[in-house]
């Protein structure tokens, strides 16, 4: 392991951004390194939007447990990241949500599903059954994808970097 780590602190030294400049700094280094900052605090972004999914999610369910309802619930019109649902609580109010319903996948229209809601918000519904755990491996995808494409902008910039520096000694 101490090797490997070894190999892979001359590309980690090239590729990490830093933070401040050096002495001698060109203005083409100054904005490549504000560049690669850039990229890293977008890559951040990404990351902590894939926690905040999966934080909100795991939110959305506790509340839902908190004071939940059980109801037979119709598809109106089923997709992959929105489902439309109708449901009747036991006081006979019918509910469409405005949001649709948490987890829709693997749903078509004109299925009767049950579903678990809020008493106090029935806009908050979930397919039963299903809870935040079905967000984690998406937003884990998200954070993962987005770190990828940081480390190939990365790259880019270091390649145009040495191209640069090799520009520059040669006149």
């Not at 602190?9 to 850039?38: F, K, N, Y």
């Not at 806009?123 to 994808?145: E, W």
């Amino acid at each position: 392991m101490k090797k490997l780590l070894e190999r892979l602190r001359p590309v980690w030294d090239v590729v990490r951004p830093h933070l401040h400049g050096e002495p001698g700094e060109t203005r083409a280094g100054r904005m490549l390194r504000r560049i690669r900052i850039g990229i890293v605090v977008v890559a951040c972004l990404v990351t902590l939007q894939s926690v905040l999914l999966v934080l909100g999610a795991w939110r959305n369910d506790r509340q839902i447990e908190r004071n939940m309802g059980v109801a037979e619930a119709t598809v109106l019109d089923a997709g992959d990241r929105r489902s439309t649902i109708e449901f009747v609580t036991p006081d006979r109010i019918t509910y469409r949500p405005e949001l649709g319903v948490l987890y829709p996948s693997k749903l078509d229209d004109g299925m009767r599903i049950y579903v678990e809601y809020d008493v106090n918000d029935p806009d908050l519904v979930r397919v039963r059954d299903r809870n935040a755990a079905l967000a984690i491996i998406p937003a884990g995808s998200i954070a993962v994808v987005g770190w990828l494409v940081a480390g190939a902008a990365l790259g880019v910039t270091t390649l145009v970097e040495r191209r640069i520096d090799r520009r520059a000694s040669t006149v």
